[in-house]
């Protein structure tokens, strides 16, 4: 759920705000840096105040993950998310640095002096509110001011918190909401969002403009590019977002309210961070699902698609997904709720993916899932699950079949580059 922020309620700055946020990749390394820090120092000089929000330099976090499994193979919370957040406190001194040889002034603050109020779970925590008065006293210095993303605290806990992978864009349009600005840009390393993962279709087409519905589909959907509550919180704040590159300065993707660009089908995301769990032999009587999904709930276990098999002389099966971080405490729930309900044993699978089409124009469309079920037989891809929202349709493949299923989803519904120009010509 997503709570409010606070709204601001200090003096409108005099100057229009502009929020950029670097991915890992724009951090990289010492000239990634140095770059960044000419952007911002131009932009800044075009008249805009300028708010970078930073993430750690390349794959740092996931560096840093690596280095506590080899420390220990236990889960410590805190401390990871004490150990983590140090990744984005080294790119957003380095970049502050590197804005101050332009001959500007810079502040780097960490989400907690920034003022980021989060709830208590750590590695997972939610943007609560944002005080922010540290930042809007640097801008009103005349400074560029860098936030850690990813990062806040919790005023119940005192403690350090981070808001989940991919969260510096959460932290990035939280920001831009409360400050009031006038875009949140995400320099990302690729040119916007894309009509599939242009890393696995080369094909993929840019998308000029997408509305936050679909792309709040899309991103839940597994589409990394943007985090999901990241456009969340554009949507309910209204705070328009430009995904672009941060290698040149080319047009990127506007992610907004209305598109002006009708499409039946706006792209195919999937995700592979997800694995399966099936309950065998489950009585098929009133409650038994509750006595299995409550306790699931109960251990903080996010469960996205369910399905329940036929069932056969009083007996069934019930699979679910979760995400792969949640796997074990989901299979040790599954394990308890067997004996519970007399169920005959639980299995899981981590060899599966989920495939999605999404789009708005869908809704008005007849035949679109039969089509993708379709194209998927005809790819010889089998599918174990289905879900949908009124703007998407997800299957759940085996995790090998992925790739073929999204180029053949991809190019059976005719989005990309090509495809367009034929129909143009
Ligand atoms: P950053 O470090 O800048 O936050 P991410 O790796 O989180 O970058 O997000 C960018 C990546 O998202 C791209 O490299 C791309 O592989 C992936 N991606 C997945 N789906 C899409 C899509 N539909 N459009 C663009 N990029 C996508
Ligand atoms: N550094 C964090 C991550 O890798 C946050 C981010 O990059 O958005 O997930
Ligand atoms: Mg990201």
């Known amino acids: 759920m997503v709570v409010p922020l606070c709204s601001y309620r200090g003096t409108l700055a005099a100057m229009s705000i502009v929020v950029q946020k670097f991915g890992g990749t724009s951090v990289a390394d010492a000239d990634r840096i140095k770059a960044v820090a000419a952007h911002a120092v131009a932009t800044r000089k075009a008249g805009k105040d300028v708010v970078v929000v930073v993430s750690a330099m390349g794959k740092s976090t996931d560096e840093l993950i690596v280095l506590a499994s080899e420390v220990t193979d236990n889960r410590h919370p805190r401390e990871m998310d004490m150990l983590l957040t140090a990744g984005e406190r080294i790119s957003m001194a380095l970049v502050a640095m590197a804005i101050q040889d332009h001959g500007v002034g810079s502040t780097s603050l960490t989400g907690s002096q920034a003022g980021i109020l989060t709830t208590e779970e750590h590695g997972q925590a939610e943007i609560i509110g944002i005080r922010g008065d540290r930042v809007r006293e640097g801008l009103a210095d005349g400074k560029i001011v860098i936030v850690a993303g990813f990062q806040g605290f919790s005023p119940e806990t005192r403690d350090v918190t981070t808001l989940g992978r991919g969260g510096s864009d959460a932290t990035a349009v939280a920001l831009a909401a409360v400050l009031r600005a006038e875009v949140c840009e995400i320099y990302t390393d690729v040119d916007g969002v894309f009509t599939a993962d242009p890393r696995v279709v080369p094909g993929a087409k840019k998308l000029d403009e997408i509305s936050f519905e679909e792309m709040l589909e899309m991103a839940a959907a597994g589409a990394g590019v943007l985090m999901t509550r990241s456009v969340e919180f554009g949507r309910r704040y209204r705070i328009p977002i430009h995904v672009r590159s941060s290698f040149h300065g080319g047009v990127g993707t506007w992610v907004k309210e209305e598109t002006m660009e009708e499409a039946i089908i706006r792209g195919v995301a999937h995700d592979v961070s997800e694995a399966k769990v099936t309950v065998h032999g489950v009585p098929d009587q009133p409650g038994v699902a509750a006595r299995l999904f409550e306790p ?108 073929a299923a999204v180029r053949g989803l991809h190019d059976g519904f005719a989005l990309g580059e090509e495809q367009e120009s034929a129909e143009n010509g």
Do not use: W, Y
């Open 296 to 403: 699931l709930a109960e251990a903080g276990v996010s469960v996205d698609m369910i399905v329940q098999n036929v069932s056969l002389q009083g007996v069934t099966d019930i699979s679910f997904t979760v995400p792969r971080a949640d796997l074990d405490m989901a299979e040790k729930v599954a394990e308890a709720v067997v004996g519970d309900v007399g169920a005959a044993g639980a299995d899981v699978d981590h060899n599966i993916a989920k495939v999605s089409l999404i789009g708005a124009g869908m809704t008005d469309e007849l035949g679109i899932a039969g089509k993708m079920f379709r194209i998927l037989a005809d790819h010889g891809v089998n599918i174990e699950m289905i879900s949908t929202s009124p703007i998407r349709i997800s299957c759940v493949v085996r995790g090998d079949d992925v790739a």
